[in-house]
């Protein structure tokens, strides 16, 4: 009995200093942010069943069990909120929507003078710098 709680402090324990202990050291970006979180993830989910199951065999108190169960659903918790924000950083970090390309306004032709090539803003009947007409005058 006392064995077996001795067994589940310490997997308690070593999950916890597992789960620390990224967060204090600068650790190489892995592959993918979420592997290691995946991983601590997994580890919790194990322990608790390990823990479902010594509760069912009657090796630990409801107490215990109880206590135990909290410990790792905080700790799981913990792995979830961080599975966030590494997503919420990846998203913030990579913008979805590219800048809209606003039309370049050279693609709109002006109206140029067919005979001194001066462009004007507007559409003019006779060409403000030589003062020909704009357009091929009709007969
Ligand atoms: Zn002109």
Same mark, same amino acid.
């Not at 823990?51 to 979830?80: C, H, I, P, W």
């Given at each position: 009995?006392?064995?077996?709680?001795?067994?589940?402090?310490?997997?308690?324990?070593?999950?916890?200093?597992?789960?620390?202990?990224?967060?204090?050291?600068?650790?190489?970006?892995?592959?993918?942010?979420?592997?290691?979180?995946?991983?601590?993830?997994?580890?919790?989910?194990?322990? !608790?069943?390990? !823990?479902?199951?010594?509760?069912? !065999?009657?090796?630990?108190?409801?107490?215990?069990?109880?206590?135990?169960?909290?410990?790792?659903? +905080?700790?799981?918790?913990?792995?979830?909120?961080?599975?966030?924000?590494?997503?919420?950083? !990846?998203?913030?970090?990579?913008?979805?929507?590219?800048?809209?390309?606003?039309?370049?306004?050279?693609?709109?032709?002006?109206?140029?003078?067919?005979?001194?090539?001066?462009?004007?803003?507007?559409?003019?009947?006779?060409?403000?710098?030589?003062?020909?007409?704009? +357009?091929?005058?009709?007969?």
């Amino acid at each position: 009995m006392i064995i077996a709680i001795t067994c589940v402090i310490a997997i308690v324990v070593l999950v916890f200093v597992l789960g620390v202990r990224p967060k204090d050291l600068p650790e190489p970006e892995p592959v993918s942010p979420f592997v290691h979180l995946d991983e601590r993830k997994a580890a919790i989910y194990e322990n !608790l069943r390990d !823990l479902q199951f010594e509760y069912r !065999l009657g090796k630990l108190s409801d107490n215990d069990y109880q206590l135990t169960k909290k410990d790792l659903q +905080k700790e799981l918790a913990a792995v979830m909120a961080e599975v966030d924000k590494v997503k919420l950083a !990846l998203q913030s970090g990579r913008p979805v929507a590219a800048p809209a390309a606003a039309p370049s306004p050279a693609a709109k032709s002006k109206p140029t003078c067919p005979h001194c090539s001066a462009t004007f803003d507007q559409d003019l009947k006779f060409c403000g710098e030589c003062g020909k007409p704009m +357009k091929a005058v009709r007969a």
